[in-house]
């Protein structure tokens, strides 16, 4: 089944093509090619409440937005609060993630860099701040697919008034800052935010991590990375990995539409199917069924279908 109305999948009227639009936050996580098709390619999301745990980060990454755009403590806390605030958003009673929490961690952020910090933002043409810099770079393309590479970069600006530096926030209740921060060292999102900026822009540039740390008694700690710059060697290995991905998907995706089997063409990896810090992946449950028509039920069901807008702050 095919809707050309979803996150990643949409169908140009003109040429006929498909136009695969792949994140780049994502592809960290393409070991399983059946979460590629439900997540990449049919943008499969759960109806219902939005996760808080995820919906908190963006809380967040919308105060420091108002933060590095030069707006007071008020603008911040008004941002964080309005979005975590939303009725689809429902925090339990008893869980720790709550508003106040959140505007005691934003008012801690606050504390800690005004005035003081040593990240600050680029200009665009147009005087703002280079924050949320989201992209859709054509990548490959065949007669009947085009494959795009989209994906948001958080901030772009400089390290110390000189060193040119992407940073990626990142909000984690993970409780040893150290071990988190040196698994992106390798990292596959981060790597590409530097591919596409350099070929957007050219010259060179590193990549950071500003890692805000949360915790139940709300001794929060702000710890970044160091840069990443990424070897020309390092780069070189994680494009041809990239590309040989780029390439086997376009291939199985035409196979698709040719009328090959899903389970051929997005076969499971069950391997994969408990993620990070034991979270079991979100497709599991279609996965668990044997049945095509039973897999579809649960998804017309239990899942929604969302429209990517690479223009716009994702909501």
């Known amino acids: 089944m095919i809707d050309s109305n979803c996150i990643a999948l949409q169908r140009d009227d003109k040429t006929g093509k498909w136009i695969i639009l792949y994140d780049a936050s994502a592809h960290q996580r393409s070991g399983c090619l059946r979460r590629v098709w439900y997540q990449q390619f049919r943008g499969l999301g ?5 996760d808080y745990k995820m919906e908190y980060g963006t809380a967040f990454h919308k105060a420091l937005v108002a933060f590095y755009s030069g707006k007071d403590l008020s603008v911040m806390l008004n941002e964080a609060s309005t979005h975590y605030m939303q009725p689809d958003i429902y925090v339990p009673d008893n869980e720790w993630r709550n508003v106040t929490h959140l505007n005691n961690c934003v ?5 800690e860099f005004r005035g003081k910090d040593l990240l600050s933002p680029d200009k665009d043409k147009e005087g703002n701040p280079t924050l949320e810099y989201r992209f859709a770079y054509p990548y490959y393309k065949t007669d009947t697919v085009e494959f795009m590479l989209v994906g948001t970069m958080d901030f772009r600006g400089k390290f110390a008034s000189h060193q040119p530096v992407i940073t990626d926030h990142k909000v984690t209740a993970a409780y040893i800052p150290d071990e988190y921060l040196a698994q992106y060292e ?15 822009f050219g010259g060179d540039i590193g990549v950071m991590v500003n890692g805000i740390f949360i915790n139940k008694t709300n001794k929060n700690v702000f710890k970044r ?8 060697v390092k780069m070189d290995k994680f494009e041809e990995q990239l590309m040989r991905q780029v390439t086997s998907l376009t291939f199985k995706f035409e196979n698709f ?3 090959h089997p899903l389970d051929i063409c997005f076969p499971c990896n069950f391997c994969e199917c408990k993620g990070d810090y034991g979270k079991m992946c979100g497709y ?3 996965c668990s069924l044997d049945d095509p028509d039973s897999q579809e039920m649960l998804i017309q069901s239990e899942y929604t279908k969302t429209t990517y807008n690479p223009l716009t702050f994702q909501e």
């Not at 759960?46 to 939005?50: A, R």
């Not at 596959?188 to 596409?196: A, D, N, R």
Request: proline share 5%.
């Open 107 to 111: 008012m801690q952020y606050d504390r």
């Open 284 to 286: 599991l449950p279609i």
């Open 257 to 259: 539409l040719k009328g």
């Open 225 to 232: 990375s160091q840069i990443f710059e990424f070897s020309k």
């Open 186 to 200: 390798m990292s596959p999102q981060l790597m590409m935010y530097k591919m596409i900026h350099d070929k957007l």
């Open 46 to 50: 759960h109806q219902g409440n939005k």
